[in-house]
């Protein structure tokens, strides 16, 4: 399925997760508003070409980087290095909301290699 608009023009794609919403798209970063829904998970993944910011506004994200765990309340962040292996997880029962800051030289979803995905997903 592919990406389409919110009411306000806005790239926004559903997943199996949850959803993200684009809010802002220019040459040198990406802001994102994720959501993850109660009991779901991103991939476990890594980005060649670019790092991540997440700064967590709504829930506790459980995140996963280079095979070590942290909590992560509202009102904090956790920063994603490029190449880091990382995930995130809502082990909540409300959705889990968190704005992704990507800088970097790409952010095409192609910049994306999945080690483990709950979804069939993963890369061979």
Same mark, same amino acid.
């Given at each position: 399925m592919s990406p389409m608009n919110d009411s306000q023009g806005r790239e926004f794609d559903e997943r199996p997760w949850g959803s993200?919403?684009?809010? +802002? +798209? #220019? /040459?040198?970063?990406?802001?994102?508003?994720?959501?993850?829904s109660p009991g779901k998970r991103l991939s476990y993944q890594s980005h060649e070409h *670019?790092? &991540?910011?997440?700064?967590?506004v709504h829930g506790t994200a459980?995140?996963?980087? +280079?095979?070590? &765990?942290?909590?992560? &309340? #509202?009102?904090? @962040?956790?920063?994603? /290095?490029?190449? @880091?292996?990382? *995930?995130? #997880?809502? @082990?909540g029962t409300e959705p889990l909301v968190f704005i992704e800051v990507q800088f970097g030289e790409s952010f095409a979803e192609e910049d994306i290699v999945r080690y483990d995905d709950d979804f069939g997903r993963a890369d061979a």
């Open positions: 993200y919403t684009v809010l +802002d +798209d #220019a /040459p040198t970063f990406k802001v994102k508003q994720i959501t993850v *670019r790092g &991540e910011h997440w700064f967590v459980t995140v996963t980087l +280079d095979d070590h &765990e942290y909590l992560v &309340e #509202a009102g904090h @962040a956790i920063d994603i /290095p490029q190449q @880091a292996k990382h *995930r995130c #997880a809502n @082990a």
